[in-house]
Structure formats: structure tokens, C-alpha cells
């Protein structure tokens, strides 16, 4: 059973470091293929000018971060970039639109649903994060090949009002039900170093715990912080997330849910290769691949290759939803 309730977490999250490590990575053997990444590569398909105000994010409308308002982009130009990433080696194709949300009556949902087809008929696993969604929207994406939704939480349902206000946390649960209820998987999670408590973080953890289905990928981003942002505003001291305090969560979050990806996301710039060899250790299997995610940088392929190279860590096969 994956519900897990906060005390519950707490005990896990609590344990001493390397019995907590030992623990993540008995789950990871007993569960997933040793030594296995799952590379994703990241796309923005529409880019900036969104009506929402996520305190974190370059791409509202209200953040002064330098990025310009993008129309959504044709087919063809997406399978350019969908071609190469799959020759550098990625499995999965991750688009991303700077929007509220979409409706399945909208000209661009077509638009997106015949790109997810393309994409698809690459032998891409096709994920796409496209905001607020109806119910018929999900089953549309899911026939037309999406293995993945991606909607985060971002962080605990009591934190949030205090990172977004144009729409709630139950908002977000709405539509993750609604991708659930067609069948189709999907792909949450949140950020952390956002003025969070841990006691926050864990309480994000609880509520992805509770999902039925599990998760089928859990993104933990570290925020990126960006100029004009209202978090940037806000913290303007902020200092990247404890190294073990990010591996305590990813070794929390592999033991509550041994069967889901745990994705090192957004941040991974700001860690040393020590760094993320602990996070892998502790049960991350997947990241994201490519040297950009939506509107900021990653580390450049080559160097994720002799990161992977010199832990013995392979890429993963493409999953079809699970
Ligand atoms: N508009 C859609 C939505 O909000 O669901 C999809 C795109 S949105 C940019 C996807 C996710 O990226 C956010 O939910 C957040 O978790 C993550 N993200 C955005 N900006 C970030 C930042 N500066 N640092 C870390 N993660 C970030
Ligand atoms: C997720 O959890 N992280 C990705 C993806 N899902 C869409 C996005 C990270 C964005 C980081 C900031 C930027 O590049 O704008
Ligand atoms: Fe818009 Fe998504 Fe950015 Fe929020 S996170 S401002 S909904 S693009």
C-alpha cells in the first residue's frame, strides 16, 4: 500500500543517513533494474506569457525574466527536435506549454495532438505538461499516444497559496484526476528550496502517496532561481537546497513509492557530480537530458554522459505507461 501518512514519512525521512540510504536503494534493486536512468528530454513548445502567477516561473506573464511570448510551435519544427534527441540517446520526449490550460475545442489542441502522434510514431515515449485539462482532453491525448501527464504539486497543499494565487491546489488535483480517470499515467511532483519547511516537503510527499494510481514519475525539481521571478523577489538570499536534505527526500520518496520513476529534475546544474551520484544512489532513476529544460539550462550532454559513464549507470529502455 503506498498511502502513507506524514508521521509515517517522518519516521522514514528521520532515520539515520545511511540506514535511510541503505533502505532507497534495497527498494530500487527489489523494484527497478540496477543501474538504469531514464533519459528525458525537455521541450517548451510554447513558450512564455502565461496568465498565471507561480512565483517560481519565468513564464508568467507578470515576471519581468527577459522571456518573450512564443506562439505554440509547428509539428514539423517539434520533430526536428525530437529526432535529435532520440539520436543523442533520450527516450522520452517531454513538451511543455507556458499555459493555464488547454481546451479540447482549441484549434492548438489539435495542433498538440497531431505532434504527440508524430512524436509517437518515433518510438518516443511522449509526455506533456499542457496546464488545466477536462476530462475529454485527457482521453484525447491518451489515444493519440501520450504515456505520461506531467502536473506537478509543487509543494504542500498548505504552501501553496503562498507560491501561486490564480489558481488553487485543488485546481491541480482536479485535473490529475482527471488524467487518472482515462487511464493514462501520471507525472507529479513539486519543488524544493521555495521557503519550504521540510515539513512541507514531506506533506507534498503524502499527498502524491495517496494518488490512486501511484505516480507513474515523480519529478523533484530544485528551484532554479530567476531574476524578475516573485520568488527571486522574495528570497533574495536564496541559497541552493541542502545536498542531503534533497537526498534524504529522494530516499523518502523511492522507499514510499517503490515502483515510481524518481526524477532529479530542474536544479541539477547547482549540484556537484558527488552530488548527484548520492541521489542516484539514494533512488533516483531518471533525469532530465539535454542542455535545456523549458527556458533555462542543464548540464550539457556530454558531460551527463561521463557522469553516467563513470558511475556504470545505462540509459533506460523506453517504458510504455505502467
Ligand atoms: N504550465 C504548465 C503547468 O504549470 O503545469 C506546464 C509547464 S510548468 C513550467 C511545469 C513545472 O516546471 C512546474 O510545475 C514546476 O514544477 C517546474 N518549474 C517551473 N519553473 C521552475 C523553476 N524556476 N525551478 C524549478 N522548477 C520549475
Ligand atoms: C518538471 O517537473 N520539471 C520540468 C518539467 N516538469 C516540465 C520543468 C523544469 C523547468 C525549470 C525552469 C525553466 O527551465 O524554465
Ligand atoms: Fe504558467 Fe505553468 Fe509557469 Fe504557472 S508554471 S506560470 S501555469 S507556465
Partial sequence: MAAHSLEQLEAIYNQPFFKLIDQARATLLEHWPADQVQLCTLLS????????????????????????????????????????????????????????????????????????????????????TLGQLSEEAARQLKDAGVSAYNHNIDTSPEYYSEIVTTHSFKDRLDTIKHVQNVGMSVCCGGIIGMGETVTDRLK??????????????????????????????????????????????????????????????????????????????????????????????????NDDDQLLASLGLEKMAPVTAV
Fill in 45 to 128: 513548445i510554447k513558450t512564455g506569457g502565461c496568465s498565471e502567477d507561480c512565483g517560481y516561473c519565468s513564464q508568467s506573464a507578470r515576471a519581468k525574466a527577459g522571456v518573450k511570448a512564443e506562439s505554440l510551435m509547428e509539428t514539423e519544427d517539434i520533430l526536428k527536435v525530437a529526432r535529435l534527441a532520440k539520436t543523442n540517446g533520450a527516450t522520452r520526449f517531454c513538451m511543455g506549454a507556458a499555459w493555464k490550460g488547454i481546451r479540447e475545442t482549441d484549434a492548438k489542441f489539435q495542433s498538440v495532438l497531431e505532434t504527440v502522434r508524430a512524436v509517437n510514431d518515433l518510438g518516443l515515449e511522449v509526455c506533456v
Fill in 204 to 301: 507534498m510527499l503524502e499527498v502524491l502517496t495517496k494518488f490512486s494510481p501511484e505516480p507513474e514519475s515523480v519529478p523533484i525539481n530544485c528551484l532554479v532561481p530567476i531574476d524578475g521571478t516573485k520568488i527571486a523577489a522574495k528570497l533574495p538570499d536564496h541559497k541552493m537546497v541542502d545536498i542531503f536534505e534533497l537526498v534524504r527526500l529522494i530516499a523518502t520518496t523511492r522507499i514510499a513509492l517503490p515502483r515510481t520513476k524518481v526524477r532529479l529534475s530542474a536544479g541539477r546544474r547547482s549540484l556537484s557530480k558527488e552530488g548527484q551520484a548520492l541521489c542516484f544512489l539514494a533512488g533516483a532513476n531518471s533525469i532530465f537530458y539535454g542542455d535545456k529544460l523549458l527556458t533555462t539550462p542543464n548540464p550539457d550532454e
